[in-house]
């Protein structure tokens, strides 16, 4: 009786180990930051919107990639 707990007490250890010595999940640590901007582009007059303006700089950017839309939004 002593030896069959004692080989379940070594069988339970050895499953444990593996588990005390992994390490913390890398994809928890922060790497970098993202910052993202959604434009929004109409051929439409827009009447209503809460949207804000281009900056020229931005819109100069988009007018040398020649899309096919008059307006846009942040």
Do not use: C, H, R, W
Not at 6 to 14: P, T
């Amino acid at each position: 009786m002593k030896t069959s707990n004692f080989n379940l007490f070594l069988f339970l250890s050895l499953l444990l180990i593996p588990l005390t010595l992994a390490e913390v999940d890398p994809a928890q640590k922060v790497i970098g930051k993202l910052k993202g901007t959604l434009i929004y582009a109409t051929n439409a007059p827009e009447e209503n919107t809460n949207a804000k303006p281009l900056s020229d700089t931005l819109k100069a950017s988009l007018a040398e990639k020649q899309l096919p839309y008059t307006s846009y939004y942040l």
